[in-house]
């Protein structure tokens, strides 16, 4: 698998390549279908969790506005305090934490407040379940940096379309990095792409989405006695990702 080139996305001109979006047109083949990763974990396991989508379910944006429709959701609910702009992140929600609405960074939110954020979070993953034209999966490996885990995530991803030979995209976020690969059926050592086909911001939502999935994944493998009321959200709401790839 190799890097996209690093030039500016313009739509495609001539050629069977004429109905390629131009937020694709950097990629060095047209994309059967995009991967969207988010890794998680602690430091005796590495869990990744990915929304996988067609290249024709992205452009539709239905799972995008499904999830931006998810969003509006919390803005207007009065027992939450989510704004515009923040983002989503699952450990936070899970530690029943939301942004403060009193000056004074000595209260903590009430217990239930911590419930309304913690209900967040499944919420979040049942709206997962019914993305349009996407599919999740998960993958576990143990005693791995980040970098050996996107690595090996890149890997297993890749060896699943080797056997079609089809072009596929993957944006992989860690705690350091957010960077898009291809994925193409070959050997090549995967390396990130300075650019992308989507600017990070427009596909923002599926990386939260993703980042959901990861984190339950990973308390569901990991069983930290804190969270165990998260141990079974996986299988009881994903039953298809909680058969991980084995990194």
Same mark, same amino acid.
């Given at each position: 698998?190799?890097?996209? /080139?690093?030039?500016?996305?313009?739509? =495609?001109?001539?050629?069977?390549?004429?109905?390629?979006?131009?937020?694709?047109?950097?990629?060095?083949?047209?994309?059967?279908?995009?991967?969207?990763?988010?890794?998680?974990?602690?430091?005796?396991?590495?869990?990744? $969790?990915?929304?996988?989508?067609? *290249?024709?379910?992205?452009?539709?944006? /239905? =799972?995008?506005?499904?999830? $931006?429709?998810?969003?509006?959701?919390? *803005?207007?609910?009065?027992?939450?305090?989510?704004?515009?702009?923040?983002?989503? !992140?699952? @450990?936070?929600?899970?530690? $029943?934490?939301?942004?403060?609405?009193?000056?004074?960074? @000595?209260?903590?939110? +009430?217990?239930?407040? %911590?419930?309304?954020?913690?209900?967040?979070?499944?919420?979040?993953?049942?709206?997962? =379940?019914?993305?349009?034209?996407?599919?999740?999966?998960?993958?576990?490996?143990?005693?791995?940096?980040?970098?050996?885990?996107?690595?090996?995530?890149?890997?297993?991803?890749?060896? @699943?379309?080797? !056997?079609?030979?089809?072009?596929?995209?993957?944006?992989? !976020?860690?705690?350091?990095?957010?960077?898009?690969?291809?994925?193409?059926?070959?050997?090549?050592?995967?390396?990130?792409? %300075?650019?992308?086909? *989507?600017?990070?911001?427009?596909?923002?939502?599926?990386?939260?989405? =993703?980042?959901?999935?990861?984190?339950?994944?990973?308390?569901? *493998?990991?069983? +930290?006695?804190? !969270?165990?009321?998260?141990?079974?959200?996986?299988?009881?709401?994903?039953?298809?990702?909680?058969?991980?790839?084995?990194?």
């Amino acid at each position: 698998m190799s890097a996209s /080139e690093n030039h500016p996305a313009v739509p =495609a001109a001539g050629g069977e390549d004429e109905h390629i979006s131009p937020m694709f047109a950097n990629a060095n083949n047209p994309p059967g279908s995009v991967y969207f990763t988010v890794l998680s974990g602690g430091p005796d396991m590495s869990v990744a $969790g990915w929304l996988h989508l067609s *290249y024709e379910a992205l452009e539709s944006k /239905e =799972a995008l506005d499904v999830w $931006g429709e998810f969003r509006e959701e919390l *803005y207007t609910d009065p027992a939450l305090n989510i704004r515009r702009g923040d983002m989503l !992140r699952a @450990r936070k929600l899970a530690a $029943g934490q939301g942004r403060p609405r009193f000056p004074s960074a @000595r209260r903590g939110p +009430s217990k239930a407040e %911590q419930l309304g954020y913690r209900r967040v979070l499944r919420r979040g993953l049942e709206v997962v =379940a019914r993305l349009p034209g996407t599919t999740v999966g998960t993958a576990l490996g143990r005693g791995m940096s980040p970098a050996a885990t996107t690595e090996a995530v890149l890997g297993g991803l890749s060896s @699943r379309h080797a !056997r079609d030979r089809s072009s596929t995209l993957a944006l992989i !976020r860690t705690p350091a990095v957010t960077a898009w690969y291809e994925l193409t059926p070959g050997p090549t050592v995967p390396s990130p792409a %300075q650019g992308g086909p *989507y600017a990070t911001a427009e596909v923002g939502g599926l990386l939260e989405a =993703a980042e959901f999935v990861a984190y339950c994944a990973y308390q569901h *493998y990991a069983r +930290s006695h804190h !969270r165990r009321f998260l141990w079974e959200w996986l299988p009881e709401l994903l039953p298809d990702a909680a058969r991980p790839l084995a990194l």
